[in-house]
């Protein structure tokens, strides 16, 4: 079985907790990894479940802190979320066991009820923008402090956290920091004020799948509450949707006039996340938005 066997020692002693002391573990299978995560189907005497792993100590409580999010997002009951079984650390390892959710073929409707469940999902709201936790987005920890303006927390926990990592790697120079100190200024005049949405967070194609019921279903969260056009934004900065998502989003919960232009400045965040996960070939389309609004 390939897994480590502290990883296996610590997945048996959680499971053996909730189904019983009889629980064996029967066989692994890779389904996804990387870099990052190791993943794939565990099956087990009592069931079959999906195990990811990765280093504790370069990915502190990453797992803990997904699990977090993947019941928040259930608990807003507008679409299918894998359950959490649990979160644990076994050694230098950190492992997350969820429902293992078997992929199936959409159903006619699929695009549809993504756009009314994502619509719903968004209707979840708080009295502050952020969290009141710290999680990832992807690899990179994802800071939320709780702000009571959107404006404030797009530009110090998104935009400009993400640019002083980039200083920080010297991926970027100074001409780009006034830039964005440029666009900071104009920024009241360019974004909607909305109530604190629940976002997925990092709503691309790849964290999209299609479950046993070919219904949409979410995985790989980075969530918090802030403005619900960064959602939209993720689904359109690297393509993978439906355009009949978009339209019956916008009819189930419609989005204010100019949100085309406001999706390009919502997606400079996962642009600078890029630029500092695989260095500088995401900074042109960076410099291309910023010279557009500055």
Known sequence: MHIPEAIQQGVVSLLKQKVGDTLVLKDFSFTGGGCINNGGKLTTSHGTYFL????????????QTEAKGLKLLAESKSMYIPKVIDAGEAGSFQFLILEFVA????????????????????????????????????SLPQQNTLHTSWIDFFIHNRLDAQLRLAERSSLVDKSLRRNFETLYAKLPDLLVMEK?????????????????????????????FGHREMDIAMTQLFGGFNPEFLQVYHESFPLAPGVEERLQLYNLYPLLVHVNLFGGDYLAQVNSILRRFI
């Open 52 to 63: 990811k792993w990765n280093d504790a100590v370069k990915f502190p409580d990453m797992f």
């Open 103 to 138: 992929a199936s073929n959409r159903t006619q409707h699929y695009w549809r009820d993504f756009g009314v469940q994502l619509a719903m999902l968004h209707q979840h709201t708080s009295t502050s923008f952020g969290l009141d936790y710290n999680n990832y987005i992807g």
């Open 196 to 224: 604190p949405a629940l976002l997925h967070g990092d709503l691309w194609s790849g964290n999209v799948m299609v479950n046993q019921h070919g219904a949409p279903s979410l995985i790989d969260p980075a969530v918090y």
